[in-house]
């Protein structure tokens, strides 16, 4: 490929390919000199992608006729100029009175332009005379205004760095149009000069595809697909990795070479080092202010897809309030991207790029520090959300001195809604753990958010968390943590299913127990193995192991423990016949759960009541204990547990020929069900078709 002079056809950024300040000659017209129009437009970028969206808004603003300015904006290679360009290029009809353009060289090798240079070479291209062109801005301002009143001119003001660079060059005549580009959104020009912003955001798939496929000659979809990818689909990587695979026989090298993290900035150089990623990127952080170049490069040290206010916090170790405005200010240069609620994520290269700036500019001792108050953060919440959802439950032990009230939360609503908004972040956070040898972390933050994903039915996660925290308490040489850890992997491998593997977890949990002399693990571990024999049918032996557990936690004092315990007594009676011995133990496993704001035990054992009644041919007595256990269902958050609940009243609804009702718990159900994809949506459904379908 050979070397474009204009390095907007190459990365969508134009350059002074036509000064202002350098028109010079014109044409004899009888005898008087007389300079032409001015059209000073760089050459648009080849192969340019559509922005038909960007496109319509631009054309919009213009044919407004207010002297509207549009304030385009957007991360570094991500296509203002290319878009400015071509958009100018194909409206340039509108504004017969000229097109002024200028690279005010606010982000790049050159220093940014002073306004005085750029209206000097304005005011000559529109034959203003030397003697007219005093050396003071305001005068050059005036004069330009002046020069451009009542003509249809359009200005175009590339690459700004600041507010203050394009003021000046602001026309005031209805006719014309100002098109401004920059990395910074420049809020004070869309606040004090009506300025419209234009946000320029990375291509779509197909799009970024068809740009590489045209540039490169490649056709390979699938490797042409995961190039993209990992150029984050911006038009100036997608244009460098293209240009680089226009001399490979085959993408895989190239596809290799960005899929590692560390090797992707080099990947997407080119010998032109003016368009190596790298030093593309390098303008916008070194013109960011101190405090906030900090966080830039400490926030690369957060593994998860994105982060909150109190997350970077505790990363950069500033007050809240402060981290919002640094965060703000980064969102601004467009060095961060903001998501809404409170969040805030890289993209993809720009990682890469503070991921180098860290390394090189923090000390490791620093960096280390960084992650372990994230982490902390994150295990604090995470504590705090358990002691929301099952308040009586054993918490996992804090740093000593840890401030437990501002990590707290309201109610169960909020401590489900954190989990879940966090709950990539804070897989991240354990992987992390593991990786820096934060083995304390590595243990206790999944084992906090176990009772979260039983509620929410995220076994498979569970079994893997699980499984790390029984690793990391072994390294540890905690067998305290070992034995809690391994009651929660055997609990997440019974809910999968995996009844024999959870009973060897519990089996190792109760050995552990004993020999450390732990009474409430050893009480925990033999309910664990019973509830284990009763899903295998061992119904009996179940029974018996139970009677045992709840013994001992009653010797303990453990008051929610007994009351888990006894809504299986009331389970394993029920299936062994005993129908009233049944009731009677769930009630008072509803007293104890109650006693102990245990919310999930509290629906449990209203759902057991519910089945007991049924099983006994008390219909409307069962529809009343499954109502109640749907609203505490509904309030804990326990979606699974909800549907069996929503199922249970249903079919009892329908026994009782109250098939509206019934159809709308059915359905109420199946929604659930289906969103948690599990296989019980089917038998919902098959119930719902024998009532005639879903209610209107």
């Known amino acids: ?68 300015i549009a304030m385009i904006s957007g991360p570094a290679g991500v296509g203002k100029s290319a878009l400015a360009v071509h958009w100018a290029t ?60 009542g003509k249809r001119v359009l200005v175009v003001a590339d690459n700004a760095r600041s507010a203050d660079q394009v003021r000046p060059l602001l026309p005031s005549s209805p006719g014309c149009f100002t098109l401004v580009t920059s990395r910074n959104r420049l809020g004070s020009l869309s606040a004090v000069d009506g300025a419209v912003p234009v946000a320029v955001r990375p291509l779509g798939i197909p799009e970024a595809v068809r740009l590489f496929q045209q540039l490169s000659g490649h056709q390979d979809l699938r490797g042409s697909t995961q190039l993209v990818l990992r150029c984050g689909r911006m038009p100036l990587f997608v244009r460098i990795a293209a240009q680089r695979a226009s001399a490979a026989a085959d993408l895989s090298g190239l596809v290799e070479d960005l899929t590692r993290d ?11 080092d003016g368009m190596e990623a790298r030093m593309v990127l390098s303008w916008s952080y070194q013109g960011l202010p101190p405090s906030a170049g900090r966080a830039f490069r400490l926030l690369s040290l957060h593994a998860g897809p994105d982060f909150s206010v109190p997350a970077a916090a505790a990363l950069i170790d500033r007050p809240e309030n402060e981290t919002r405005r640094i965060l703000e200010t980064l969102g601004a240069v467009n060095m961060l991207e903001e998501l809404g609620g409170s969040r805030f994520r890289f993209h993809d290269v720009l990682r890469d790029y503070a991921r180098e700036r860290v ?3 923090e000390p490791l001792p620093d960096r280390l520090g960084a992650l372990r108050r994230e982490l902390s953060f994150y295990l604090r919440k995470a504590d705090a959300c358990d002691r929301v959802l099952a308040p009586q439950r054993q918490h996992v032990p804090l740093e000593h001195g840890a401030d437990r009230a501002a990590t707290s939360f309201p109610g169960p609503g909020p401590a489900l809604a954190w989990c879940d908004a966090e709950l990539a972040n ?52 905690d067998r305290w943590a070992e034995a809690w850890s391994l009651i929660c992997l055997g609990g997440a491998e019974s809910d999968l299913e995996r009844h024999e593997d959870a009973l060897g977890h519990f089996t190792e949990a109760l050995r552990i127990s004993r020999e450390i002399q732990d009474r409430h693990w050893e009480g925990n571990s033999i309910y664990n193995l ?56 769930y009630e008072r496993a509803l007293a104890g759960a109650r006693a102990t704001d245990d919310l999930p035990t509290e629906a449990k054992s209203l759902h057991g009541l519910g089945e007991v009644r049924r099983a006994t041919g008390r219909p409307d007595e069962a529809i009343e204990w499954y109502r109640q256990a749907v609203e505490v269902r509904l309030r804990v958050g326990d979606r699974f547990g909800l549907a069996c609940s929503l199922f249970a009243r249903g079919r009892q609804l329908a026994s009782a020929g109250r098939t509206d009702e019934a159809a709308a718990e059915l359905a109420r159900a199946e929604v659930v069900l289906d969103e948690l994809k599990d296989p019980l949506v089917e038998d919902v459904r098959r119930h719902l078709a024998d009532l005639g379908g879903a209610p209107d």
């Open 359 to 361: 390394v090189e500019e």
């Open 426 to 477: 804070l897989v991240h956070a354990v992987d992390q753990a593991v990786e820096l040898g934060f083995d304390d972390v590595a243990w206790k933050l999944p084992v906090a958010l176990v009772y979260f994903l039983r509620l929410q039915k995220r076994d498979t996660s569970r079994v893997e968390l699980s499984a790390i925290a029984v690793e990391a308490a072994r390294r540890e040489g």
């Open 262 to 272: 560390s090797d992707r900035l080099e990947a997407l150089s080119t010998l032109d």
């Open 1 to 68: 490929m050979s070397a474009d002079p204009h390095p907007n056809a190459f990365a969508g950024r134009a350059t002074h390919v036509v000064q202002a300040g350098n028109i010079f000659g014109g044409v004899n017209s009888g005898g008087q000199y007389v300079l032409p129009v001015p059209r000073q437009l760089p050459r648009a970028a080849t192969h340019f992608t559509d922005r038909t969206d960007a496109f319509a808004r631009l054309s919009r603003l213009a044919a407004a006729g207010r002297n509207g």
């Open 90 to 149: 194909a409206c340039k009809e509108e504004f017969p009175d000229g097109q002024l353009y200028v690279n005010l060289c606010g982000f790049g090798q050159r220093a940014p332009l002073r306004p005085e240079s750029v209206l000097h070479g304005f005011l000559s291209a529109l034959n203003a005379s030397a003697d007219r062109i005093v050396d003071d801005l305001d005068a050059m301002s005036a004069l330009f205004r002046s020069l451009v009143d």
């Open 530 to 585: 019973a509830w284990t024999l009763r899903l295998l049918g061992r119904h009996a032996e179940g029974l018996e192991r139970q009677r045992q557990a709840l013994a001992m936690q009653q010797e303990t004092g453990d008051e929610r423990g007994a009351a888990i315990t006894l809504t299986e007594i009331g389970a394993l009676e029920l299936v062994l016949g005993r129908p009233e011995q049944a009731y009677a133990e």
